[in-house]
């Protein structure tokens, strides 16, 4: 009997999930004891140690353009992996860094999404907020966005948290048009838009 060849196009959770309706999440191997900053019924989220981060690689606060970086946990939205990475910089001028590349015109704050590796574990990436094989590439989802001062953009980004711990809102690739709805589509290639 000739065995039967599945082509999948994408590798979105939705195609993940057809293929294999019956298997188990991965699994975790690196539990977190920490209580969690968020927790919701489909998720637990934790704000990264910046500041342990920055000692260790020796850079002032005011030279990180970095104003949280979470851990988002959440299982439900994946099968092949379970956790999140969810940055927030400001686009300010800095010394240290070269010039900002705008996307779009007048953003003060820019957002990234990454899954992270499955196989890594997280405690050393929530104690230093130190991305070293964590995140998968390419990432999940990118914007630029504009908010008034660093503290809107940060209610923005942990309400966003939120709606994923609460699983109103999925970080897969495959809903994407979620992200766009709310942070836009200034960092999408326009072949993928």
Known sequence: MKKATVVVIGTGAANMRALASGAAPVEFTDPIATPPDLAGPL???W??????????????????ATLVHWVIEAPWAHPA??????VLVHLRPMSARGETRFYLP?????????ALDARQDRRP???????????????NFAAQFT???????????????VEICQGELSPDTDFQR????????????????
């Open 106 to 114: 007048c953003a003060s704050h820019e957002m990234w999404l990454c």
């Open 125 to 139: 990436l929530i104690g230093s907020g130190i991305v070293q094989k964590h995140w998968l590439r390419p990432m």
């Open 147 to 161: 908010e008034e001062n660093d503290a809107g953009a940060l209610v923005r980004i942990e309400r966003t948290v």
């Open 81 to 86: 992996w379970h956790s999140y990475s969810l």
């Open 178 to 193: 979620q992200w766009v709805e709310r942070f836009g589509d200034n960092m999408i290639r326009k072949e993928f838009r």
């Open 47 to 64: 704000k990264c140690n910046l500041a342990a981060g920055r000692r260790i690689m020796a850079v002032d606060a005011e030279d990180d």
């Open 43 to 45: 998720g637990r989220a």
